[in-house]
């Protein structure tokens, strides 16, 4: 009887976990898709920030929102509440739409608006997977240094893009 418990109890988690994880999914994989589709029509209109846009799709908006909010849904002792999630989810997508048009149309004002919400998120990315336990069922404890040194990365990245927008580099 114990271990049938059990087993309901961890479909629950695991059905949390994936829960956890479905926005980053559906957005990361959208973020991908419209990278392909940017870096398509780069060339035939001649977009001059197109093959950045397309890079900045596909690896920010879609392999890092896949990484750290599926990363959290895994490694994360506690998962976090629906508000945690949707402030994450809309820091990382409106600022990164923000990043995109304010560089696209030079605006560094509104690319460090964007910024701003990526670091927002980031640190929440990086809050909630630090309140878990390495090793407590999610993992070896190296995976969360590695989770936390990839936020550690595009936060010093940041500073640097945000350098980089106001001085026309994008």
Request: a neutral charge; zero cysteines; charged letters at 10%.
């Given at each position: ?13 695991a ?9 980053f ?12 589709l ?18 900045y ?41 923000l ?10 004002v ?17 809050r ?42 994008a």
């Amino acid at each position: 009887m114990t271990a049938m418990g059990s087993d309901t109890a961890g479909s629950v988690i695991a059905h949390e976990r994936v829960r956890s994880a479905t926005g980053f999914a559906v957005l990361g994989t959208v973020g991908i898709i419209g990278g392909g589709l940017v870096s398509a029509a780069t060339g035939p209109l001649s977009w001059q920030h197109g093959s950045w846009a397309a890079a900045y799709l596909v690896l920010v908006v879609g392999v890092a929102q896949l990484v750290f909010g599926v990363g959290q849904a895994w490694l994360a002792h506690e998962l976090p509440g629906r508000p945690t999630i949707v402030w994450e989810l809309v820091g990382w997508n409106l600022g990164s739409a923000l990043v995109i048009v304010g560089a696209v149309l030079e605006r560094p004002v509104v690319v460090d608006v964007g910024g701003a919400l990526l670091v927002v998120a980031l640190v929440l990315f990086a809050r909630v997977v630090r309140v878990g336990r390495p090793g407590d069922g999610a993992g070896s404890p190296w995976i969360h240094w590695v989770y936390l040194l990839l936020v550690l990365v595009i936060l010093v990245s940041i500073p640097i893009g945000l350098v980089l927008a106001a001085l026309g580099g994008a």
